[in-house]
């Protein structure tokens, strides 16, 4: 069903049209009244189970259906995942469009067997009332019997609510909704039948088809229903399923020409490899020199830790077999090979296997197929000097017969743990074909080796024994543990499980095949409809599935290396090529950066040296540091750290306008860096990786010299490799990012490899100009750099060596030009690749754009800080650059550059990058605090002995937030400096002073709310009144951006007090919650959490922390009907939010707190307390930003996100062992209760 939604959506999102479901009766034709170009159903009982999907309507590339896609990919909704398609329609409806716009027309869904969907329709109750005959008076006679709305029978009509005109029944061919299968003539069942493995067709189809009385001739029709059949007319005439069988048939004939297959069967051998190999387009008789090695894992990766024996057992095969080439495949890396190379049919089959060992199997033939070699197992151990070699000499097949000896002999299986064969080979593409039809077919057989394995290999080789004879095909014995030459008292020619690499098929990183097999769950469950592909498929790589990965190698001693030169003794193997179909992960700097360690477990980024914030000039002398002056005098600094997925606009000086402004926080860009270099300045990009790259999303430089560890790989290009034939080498970068990144990255950067960057103040400024023009860089075309204009020729061009970025838009519209050998001077050898490119972009309609800031401050410099700090007009050494800024000026010292300077250039030693890097992130030199490189906690070392429990003072009190190290008891507690702040509506205040009594209470504020008066509040108290917006939370938020920085100070040593005007009262989550006393609440605020919840847990089931990934899933969605009882004062602003969940909303204010860990601790009830040092740990930003948030109206789901944000924004967030142990404790995730979701639960 889940597939069927997204696929609903994603058709009509591509063609539009009209969508019906295969059980729609239709008694009178439905017209989309102007201009909706929006239609759908109201599901029963609407909101809270969403839109009723059986008919569906819209225009191509409507932004609803854009969004409902969306939600459905990123998430299943909480206690609404049977309902995944109408709950995501619905809240893609309600973010996209106004509910009163008449371009959205809705129906309404009306259960006939439910009395409370019919009461509220006058008309039909009133029908119902008299005579349900009447009911069915346009349905035709062979229906009549389906349609009487007895209780169990399900019947559904839809209908405009407005008039009340029945359009539709649903839910009447063979469907089991309601209990029970509902029988229906032979016709009309098989038209139901066919419908479910139809797929679109698009106009060209639909004219083919002229279905009689068909309206909808100038739509997209995605699926048929006898109703459907004769759409105009009132109702079904006794012909209508004759029409629907002819419908379907003239439908599967246009499918055929344009060869949609809908019949199972594989596709033509001929038609298997879509690009092929250089063996294959040799057709090599002997056997090739490769070594395949796979392995395949739930996280698609290679094993982070090889155990010792292992290693030694892949040495055996690099140390006996000299020559051969081992190539290593996980699952990622198959994937993308079976993409690239095989008809699409190859990875839906591998995709539907589910037994990893079941892939294995196919992907390890599928690998000989195309390009020969060998297989081995992953822990198979090479025991012969040169086997490979003399096995090739005589065979071009070589298989291992026998598998546990007698018992597979009957069977005429074979072992396929280590196999050979050259290049297409007869064999290999039968076991190939009748796997395939294994798969499509869900073939379990009578043993498990039926499936994909050794005995479908050999069915395959009895099919060809009586062709090939025993010349070809090489058969030695598989006894249990070895694999013998030519009988069993030979000598053994491998093992086939290493010593110490253990046994069996259980294993936490994949599946146990076996159990699979017997549990019927080898197969995915939509296994019939693989073959069901669009054979006109392009060769382009999908990345919205297939990532990249590094080539690596397995190094006996030094475990996953990088396939690099083979002359560097550490590594095996030839370095990886471009041509093999090799491509360098661009995104590993980045996560490094993220996780705070590299793939060794090392600290990353390195801790940079002390000595680097002494003075250094650009030859690395200790004197003159004029870059550190300038930087100081300048104010050059980091918008934010790099590991920050926000960025935070001033519109006063992004947008060239002086003045004050509201900060505004967004999502980053995503980035992509590119540098190009030669092998002999890595050392240049080993320092930019460990310095400024991580806060790019992607990074790549493309050198001489491939080395997937830093990452560079080596392109080729038209040309020699000279400086004088920069433009073809940049060329070659731009079509290989356009082929393999295009759509993963919003910006792509290029420079050489002397530049420096600042990513953050980049993503920042690449930001605004997005944000300034309410532009979209996938769609909206940007040339951004350090412009410089060259009179003569008129042209503007950005400076190559300043660095410049394109969007996404304005790439694709470049690369579409790239060959232009007229306007885009493809065939031009010269150095000026700044001056072609934007000469070509020119010619396209794309400008550069001005970067300097409000007050004419560069952002991108062609040169180093210290040379724009001092710059000498009229030296003659210099004189084009001030030719190419004569039109803006060169501003020098403190003006040379913008604070929120990008690039700089001519870094030429490694030694001066990490320099830069050091005063602008690491050094004191002036430089904020704030600005310092915010790296994510490395994991921090500890134990816990239990979390609900006496006896550990640190975890003990974890798993309901009671206890903490640190807290306050006796007389401390009443000693304790308190600040309290109540939000006050309705209630009186008479409670609070006798709640204060004893206690340090040094300010009292009350926050007025609902235009009432405040009685009983103490004397001292100071009463504001607030506009009646965002309830306890904004008066909260308020409190802490606008009060509490005029009389506290993070160092006070003090503790907040939240209250609410309520709290007097019984709360109403009794059972599950008790209210904590004031005492309670000061201590646990004074605790190392620094937070405290006023509402303890009462059930020791629940825990007060939860899964952070759950959570922010979470939406309010039976409050979406409007204001019910959550409103005080009739505010009419609508209940649902723009933010699609709380995940939304907490990025949208952009906090400025630790790195967060996987779980965090939710506080419900809406009154608190918390120090002010954690308080105050947040940037004072974010609390304005979360009260601008809650400024919609009184009756908003704004609230209902803050209420579980407070202890995720105060709480000192769990250390790692901590986590581990409440993830440990836990049995389960709650994800079903409607208003608590995500908390760890005990059963």
Not at 615 to 620: L, P, T
């Amino acid at each position: 069903m889940y597939k069927a939604d997204i696929c609903r959506s994603a058709y009509l999102y591509l063609y539009g049209g009209y969508y019906f479901d295969v059980d729609v009766l239709v008694l009178r034709p439905y017209v989309a009244p102007e201009p909706a170009n929006f239609i759908t159903i109201k599901g029963d009982g609407w909101p809270d189970n969403g839109f009723f999907q059986a008919f569906l309507a819209a225009s191509k590339r409507h932004a609803v259906l854009r969004k409902s896609i969306d939600i459905m990919v990123e998430m299943l909704w909480g206690n609404n995942r049977y309902y995944l398609g109408p709950m995501s329609l619905m809240r893609a409806w309600l973010n996209v469009t106004d509910a009163n716009d008449d371009d959205t027309h809705l129906l309404a869904e009306v259960n006939m067997d439910v009395h409370q969907s019919i009461q509220q329709y006058p008309k039909l109750n009133n029908l119902l009332s008299t005579s349900r005959d009447e009911m069915v008076q346009n349905v035709p006679k062979e229906f009549v019997n389906r349609c009487q709305f007895s209780s169990g029978a399900c019947n559904v009509v839809v209908l405009d609510e407005k008039d009340e005109t029945i359009y539709f029944y649903s839910r009447l061919i063979g469907t089991t909704w309601c209990g029970r299968q509902m029988e229906c003539t032979e016709s009309i069942d098989h038209i139901s039948t066919k419908t479910k493995v139809a797929s679109h067709t698009q106009q060209d189809v639909v004219d083919s088809l002229n279905g009689a009385g068909n309206t909808m001739k100038d739509h997209t029709v995605s699926q048929f229903s006898a109703g459907q059949a004769n759409l105009s007319s009132n109702q079904l005439d006794s012909q209508s399923s004759s029409i629907a069988e002819d419908m379907f048939d003239k439908f599967e004939d246009a499918l055929q020409d344009q060869h949609i297959s809908i019949t199972p069967q594989p596709p033509p051998q001929d038609t298997w490899l879509i690009s092929s190999s250089e063996s294959t387009q040799q057709q090599i008789d002997r056997i090739p020199k490769i070594i395949n090695r796979i392995y395949f894992a739930k996280d698609g990766n290679y094993p982070e830790v090889v155990s010792d024996a292992i290693k030694q057992a892949h040495k055996t095969w690099f140390d006996n077999n000299p020559g051969y080439q081992v190539r290593y495949f996980n699952l990622i890396k198959a994937r993308r090979y079976l993409h690239k190379h095989f008809h699409p049919v190859f990875l839906r089959a591998f995709d539907c296997i589910e037994a990893f060992a079941g892939k294995s199997d196919l992907f390890r033939m599928a690998l000989l197929y195309r390009e020969g070699g060998f297989h081995a197992d992953w822990k198979t151990v090479c025991l012969e000097k040169n086997l490979l070699e003399r096995i090739s000499n005589d065979i071009d097949f070589f298989v291992t017969k026998g598998f546990f000896a007698a018992l597979d002999y009957g069977r005429s299986c074979a072992a396929n743990a280590f196999v050979g064969a050259r290049s297409q080979h007869p064999i290999v593409a039968s076991y190939l074909e009748y796997t395939l039809k294994n798969v499509q077919s869900s073939l379990y057989g009578a043993y498990v080796l039926m499936t994909t394995g050794p005995c479908v290999l050999g069915r395959a080789i009895l099919a060809h024994e009586e062709a090939f004879g025993n010349d070809t095909v090489s058969w030695p014995i598989h006894l249990p543990g070895y694999i013998h030459w030519k009988g069993e008292n030979s000598q053994a020619i491998v093992a086939t499980k290493c010593p110490g690499c253990g046994e069996g098929q259980d294993w936490s990183e994949g599946n146990n095949y076996i159990s699979l097999w017997k549990d019927q769950q080898y197969y995915c469950e939509d296994a019939a409809s693989i073959f069901l592909v669009d054979t006109r498929q392009s060769n382009e790589e999908d990345y919205s599935s297939i990532y990249t990965t590094p080539a690596l190698q397995l190094h006996p001693y030094l475990g996953w290396q990088p396939a690099v030169s083979s002359q560097d003794p550490s590594f095996f193997g030839n370095p990886p090529k471009v041509e093999d179909g090799w491509i360098p992960d661009v995104t590993m700097v980045r996560r490094m950066l993220m996780h705070g360690k590299d793939r060794d477990g090392n600290s990353f980024p390195p801790v940079l040296d002390a000595e680097l914030c002494q003075n250094m000039n650009d030859v690395g002398d200790e004197e003159d540091d004029v870059n550190k002056m300038c930087l100081s005098q300048t104010s050059i600094k980091p918008s934010g750290p790099m590991n920050s997925t926000t960025v935070t606009i001033d519109p006063s000086n992004h947008f060239g306008v002086m003045g004050t402004s509201e900060l505004i926080t967004i999502r980053a860009p995503t980035l992509m860096c590119l540098v190009y270099t030669m092998s002999e300045a890595h050392s240049r990009i080993s320092a930019m990786r460990e310095t400024w790259a991580g806060g790019c999303d992607g990074f790549l430089a493309f050198s001489t010299e491939s080395d997937p560890r830093l990452p560079t790989i080596s392109l080729p290009h038209a040309g020699p490799e000279e400086y004088t034939n920069m433009w073809q080498k940049v060329r070659s970068i731009w079509k290989f990012v356009g082929t393999h990144f295009l759509d993963e990255f919003d910006w792509f950067l290029i420079g050489g490899d002397d530049l420096f960057v600042l990513p953050h103040n980049l993503k920042t400024y690449l930001a605004s100009l997005a944000y300034k023009d309410r532009a979209d860089p996938k769609s909206h075309e940007y040339f951004v750099g350090r412009r410089f204009n060259i009179g003569k020729k008129s042209l503007y061009f950005n400076s190559g060596g300043a660095g410049y970025a394109l969007s996404q838009a304005a790439l694709r519209k470049f690369l579409a030009h790239i060959d232009d050998a007229e306007h885009c001077s493809a065939d031009k050898h010269t150095a000026e690749e700044d001056v072609e490119i934007a000469s070509c972009l020119s010619y396209l309609g794309i400008s550069v754009t001005d970067t300097r800031d409000a007050m004419g401050r560069e952002r991108f410099h062609p040169f180093s800080p210290a040379t724009h700090y001092q710059w000498k007009h009229g030296d003659p050494d210099f004189s084009w650059y001030e030719i190419y800024n004569k039109e803006w000026g060169i501003k020098t010292g403190k003006d040379c550059c913008a604070p929120d300077s990008i690039s700089f250039h001519y870094i030429q030693n490694a030694t001066m990058v990490r320099h830069l890097q050091a005063l602008l992130y690491f050094c004191d030199n002036n430089r904020s605090q704030a600005m310092k490189l915010q790296l994510p906690l490395s994991s921090s070392t500890g134990h816990c002995k239990c979390v609900d429990c006496d006896e550990d003072e640190v975890c003990g009190g974890l798993w309901r937030a009671n206890r903490y190290p640190g807290m306050l008891h006796g007389k401390a507690v009443h000693k304790k400096k308190l600040h309290l702040v109540v939000a006050h509506c309705s209630k009186g205040l008479n409670w609070l002073s006798e709640y204060i009594k004893d206690f340090n209470a040094i300010s009292i504020h009350v926050l007025s709310k609902c235009q009432l008066n405040v009685e009983g509040a103490p004397a001292n108290a100071i009463v504001k009144v607030l506009p009646n917006v965002g309830r306890n939370d904004h008066s909260f938020a308020h409190y802490i951006s606008s009060i509490l920085p005029e009389i506290a100070k993070q160092d006070d040593d003090s503790v907040v007090v939240f209250l609410k005007d309520s709290i007097s009262e019984a709360i109403h989550q009794g059972g599950r919650f008790y209210q904590l006393d004031l005492e309670s609440l000061v201590s646990l605020a004074s605790s190392e959490n620094g937070f405290a919840c006023g509402l303890g847990i009462t059930n020791h089931k629940m825990s007060a922390y939860h899964d952070k990934t759950v959570l922010s899933n979470y939406w309010m969605w039976r409050y979406i009907k409007g204001s019910r009882d959550y409103n005080h004062t009739g505010d009419s602003a609508p209940f649902h939010s723009t933010f699609s969940n709380l995940g939304d909303f907490y990025n949208s204010i952009q906090t400025s707190s630790d790195r967060e860990p996987e779980v965090i601790q939710v506080c419900y009830g809406g009154f608190f307390a918390s120090s002010t040092v954690r308080i105050f740990k947040q940037d004072m930003e974010v609390w304005k930003s979360l009260e601008k948030r809650l400024e919609r109206g009184d009756n908003i789901q704004e609230g209902h996100y803050a209420e579980r944000s407070w202890a995720r924004l105060l709480a000192t967030p769990l250390k790692p062992f901590q986590v581990e142990a409440l993830q440990k404790y836990s049995d389960y995730i709650e994800k079903e209760d409607d208003s608590v979701q995500g908390p760890l639960m005990k059963k």
